[in-house]
């Protein structure tokens, strides 16, 4: 992770994967690090199980950007905000302090991820088993055609999810409007600046995508085809 990032600074790109059991059981990471603003919103999450996910991406997304800045995790500080009503405490997350940082969590029955690097970023993260649907939804959301390939394939089910975390990751990353490009070669020839990559986590069972600017997120994905996941 070497080559310098598109923005002016070397910073390189972290991101991470784990279980919820994992982040929880970190001796780095404490639930007592989140924010006010963070523990209030936990106490609307009724289901303990739901509310462990939401802690545990919080908490990654702090541990990523500790390794990016070099500050100490009970020292990054997000936030959010939403860019259609323009109030705080939801909507996209970002660091005050660090703007020139993208950054973005996810997380699902047992599952966290986190990326954080120069620019925009966006990950998603779904557990393997998980079946998108109805296909009528799918079909407004993501590029016809794609959704018409995996359909096709013996058991599509795979296929739909892998499409659908891409779709997320995309979205994260504030680069919705290229979906009805496609998520492969057509939408890179578009965008060239962009670079989308998707895995599958089999110690852990999940399926993950990740966006961002393609001179950020190739040093994290090399030398192998996708980058490392947890710790």
Same mark, same amino acid.
């Given at each position: 992770?070497?080559?310098?990032?598109?923005?002016?600074?070397?910073?390189?790109?972290?991101?991470?994967?784990?279980?919820?059991?994992?982040?929880?059981?970190?001796?780095?990471?404490?639930?007592?690090?989140?924010?006010?603003?963070?523990?209030?919103?936990?106490?609307?999450?009724?289901?303990?199980?739901?509310?462990?996910?939401?802690?545990?991406?919080?908490?990654?997304?702090?541990?990523?950007?500790?390794?990016?800045?070099?500050?100490?995790?009970?020292?990054?500080?997000?936030?959010?905000?939403?860019?259609?009503?323009?109030?705080?405490?939801?909507?996209?997350?970002?660091?005050?302090?660090?703007?020139?940082?993208? /950054?973005?969590?996810?997380? *699902? $029955? @047992?599952?966290? %991820?986190?990326?954080?690097? =120069? +620019? #925009?970023?966006?990950?998603?993260?779904?557990?393997?088993?998980?079946?998108?649907?109805?296909?009528?939804?799918?079909?407004?959301?993501?590029?016809?055609?794609?959704?018409?390939?995996?359909?096709?394939?013996?058991?599509?089910?795979?296929?739909?999810?892998?499409?659908?975390?891409?779709?997320?990751?995309?979205?994260?990353?504030?680069?919705?409007?290229?979906?009805?490009?496609?998520?492969?070669?057509?939408?890179?020839?578009?965008?060239?600046?962009?670079?989308?990559?998707?895995?599958?986590?089999?110690?852990?069972?999940?399926? /993950?995508?990740?966006?961002? *600017? $393609? @001179?950020?997120? %190739?040093?994290?994905?090399? =030398? +192998? #085809?996708?980058?490392?996941?947890?710790?």
């Amino acid at each position: 992770m070497t080559r310098p990032p598109p923005y002016g600074r070397s910073v390189p790109a972290v991101a991470l994967v784990a279980t919820t059991a994992e982040v929880l059981a970190c001796p780095e990471l404490d639930e007592g690090m989140l924010a006010p603003w963070e523990r209030r919103r936990l106490t609307d999450i009724r289901v303990p199980a739901r509310r462990d996910d939401v802690v545990a991406a919080r908490l990654l997304l702090r541990l990523c950007a500790s390794r990016v800045t070099g500050l100490p995790p009970d020292a990054v500080v997000p936030a959010q905000r939403c860019p259609g009503c323009g109030r705080d405490g939801h909507g996209r997350p970002y660091l005050p302090d660090h703007p020139e940082l993208g /950054v973005s969590y996810s997380h *699902a $029955d @047992g599952l966290a %991820a986190a990326a954080v690097g =120069p +620019g #925009p970023v966006g990950i998603d993260v779904e557990p393997l088993t998980r079946r998108p649907g109805p296909l009528p939804v799918l079909r407004r959301l993501l590029p016809g055609d794609e959704v018409d390939a995996a359909c096709a394939e013996p058991d599509p089910g795979p296929a739909l999810l892998r499409l659908w975390v891409r779709r997320e990751a995309m979205f994260k990353a504030g680069f919705g409007a290229g979906y009805e490009g496609g998520f492969e070669a057509g939408f890179e020839a578009g965008r060239d600046d962009v670079r989308l990559t998707e895995w599958t986590d089999h110690g852990r069972a999940a399926v /993950v995508a990740l966006a961002g *600017a $393609d @001179g950020v997120l %190739a040093p994290l994905l090399s =030398p +192998g #085809p996708a980058p490392p996941s947890g710790r």
